[in-house]
């Protein structure tokens, strides 16, 4: 079967590193998304890896082993505008986006 | 250039009712795919649709139909409606979809169908 996981929730602090971790199991691979979502508001694309190793995007890092089946990301310098969901998908070898239930990042002051 | 855009925002329905949602796709995409997403998880995939035909389907009933305009906007009809249907539905466009491994999706703002 397909399988995303993701921790469901997670607390930072403003300033601080954070790392969400995702491992899939998918029929296929076809490459790793992430995206952010606010409450009540579409998803918006982070970021996207196919290849393993690190793809830096400002404050924001991704990871991906396809070995190992495993994805994270990093977050850096976190701002309160940081707090959200974070989303982690993969696309299989039908090109279908197969999405984990999201993490919940808070970010306390 | 505008954005996904999906109409209604809001919408409250009763139970065996039927309900259409629409999408227009950002400018040059031509594949638009629809999610469920219910409170508390990840986006669960309906079906994408690309010129005018249903091109791939995910684990839901016949209920769930959908159409494709050759304006490339698109419809998802959900028919004979659950309380379990409740959720936010999500329209996501993209352009030749499955000619490479990298193709962004773009969401609309979402409907969120309230079913009573």
């Known amino acids: 079967g397909q399988n995303i996981d993701q921790p469901t929730e997670m607390t930072a602090t403003e300033g601080a590193i954070v790392q969400i971790n995702c491992t899939y199991q998918?029929?296929?691979?076809?490459?790793l998304f992430w995206y952010q979502q606010h409450a009540g508001e579409a998803p918006t694309f982070l970021s996207y890896?196919?290849l393993d190793g690190l793809e830096e995007k400002g404050r924001f890092s991704s990871f991906l082993s396809r070995s190992k089946g495993y994805s994270y990301l990093l977050l850096k310098e976190l701002q309160m505008k940081d707090s959200a969901s974070y989303l982690c998908?993969?696309?299989?070898?039908?090109?279908?986006?197969?999405w984990g239930a999201g993490t919940k990042l808070i970010i306390k002051p | 250039d505008a954005g996904v855009t999906q109409s209604p925002t809001h919408l409250i329905k009763t139970r065996g009712q039927q309900v259409t949602l629409r999408c227009s796709p950002k400018?040059?995409?031509?594949?638009v795919s629809w999610y469920q997403q219910a409170l508390g998880q990840g986006p669960q995939f309906i079906f994408q649709?690309?010129?005018?035909?249903?091109?791939q389907r995910g684990n839901f009933p016949d209920r769930f139909s959908g159409h494709q305009f050759p304006n490339y906007s698109s419809e998802l009809n959900v028919n004979a409606l659950l309380l379990g249907d409740s959720a936010l539905y999500l329209c996501?466009?993209?352009?030749?979809?499955?000619?490479?491994?990298?193709?962004?999706?773009?969401f609309g703002p979402g409907t969120r169908l309230t079913v009573l």
């Open positions: 649709y690309y010129e005018e035909e249903e091109r």
């Open positions: 996501a466009s993209s352009s030749d979809w499955d000619k490479s491994s990298y193709n962004e999706q773009f």
């Open positions: 400018s040059g995409h031509d594949t």
């Open positions: 890896n196919v």
């Open positions: 998918t029929s296929g691979f076809n490459g």
């Open positions: 998908a993969t696309k299989d070898s039908n090109y279908q986006l197969i």
